[in-house]
């Protein structure tokens, strides 16, 4: 059984770019949260999806977005990236309260 | 909102040893508090959680005690060894179901 995968592992982005980052939830989990975490600090909640939409979202700008599909994976989408987007996105999957991470994407910007 | 604080930021221990990173909590609706090891280029994974309705949970070298009085939990490792070396998170969540992380500890044990 694969645990939650993410896709790209590693990014480099200029400032002013756009990207978008993938996620694949653990088999049976059916909510996908996404957390930025900066370096040394621990993770800082983005925001959830279930059933295809946004439930709660953390402290984070519009440009922060997201898509859930219809077979529960998601995506991450960061618009105009700042130099302080630079971080690991973590992708997390859940079919309860407790969270499984995936590996995350190492997003650099330029 | 929820703020988890953890203590202490790095520590250092010999191979055998015990290892107890302590965390606090804000809120006191809080009643789930998982604890993550993350290595090195790694997501972070779940290694215990307790719910508020239990004082202690153990599970092998490892346990974790919560004080709700207090709003306090730990991480107590026993017998550590050079595979334990990490960066832990403590984490605290309540209705929202969304954690609340500390910022970590990084433990190295030294062989």
């Known amino acids: 059984d694969a645990g939650v995968t993410q896709s790209p592992t590693h990014l480099i982005k200029t400032r002013g770019q756009q990207v978008t980052l993938r996620c694949s939830p653990k088999s049976g989990h059916d909510t996908v949260s996404w957390y930025q975490q900066a370096l040394g600090q621990g993770p800082q909640f983005i925001f959830q999806?279930?059933?295809?939409?946004?439930?709660q979202r953390g402290n984070f700008p519009d440009r922060f977005s997201g898509h859930q599909f219809p077979n529960y994976s998601s995506e991450l989408n960061v618009n105009a990236l700042l130099l302080g987007d630079s971080a690991l996105y973590l992708c997390?999957?859940?079919?309860?309260?407790?969270?499984?991470f995936g590996p995350g994407t190492r997003l650099t910007v330029l | 909102g929820e703020n988890v604080e953890q203590h202490p930021s790095t520590l250092s221990v010999q191979e055998g040893d015990s290892a107890v990173i302590k965390c606090t909590y804000s809120?006191?609706?809080?009643?789930?508090f998982p604890w993550y090891k993350q290595e090195l280029g790694k997501g972070p994974q779940l290694i215990i959680d307790i719910r508020s309705n239990v004082g202690e949970k153990k599970d092998q070298r490892i346990a974790v005690t919560l004080n709700k009085t207090a709003k306090h939990f730990s991480l107590h490792i026993t017998e550590t060894q050079p595979e334990d070396s990490a960066v832990y998170f403590c984490?605290?969540?309540?209705?929202?179901?969304?954690?609340?992380f500390g910022r970590g500890t990084s433990l190295i044990v030294h062989p």
């Open positions: 999806y279930y059933e295809e939409e946004e439930r």
């Open positions: 984490a605290a969540s309540g209705g929202s179901y969304i954690p609340t």
């Open positions: 997390a999957s859940s079919s309860d309260r407790t969270q499984y």
């Open positions: 809120d006191s609706a809080s009643n789930y």
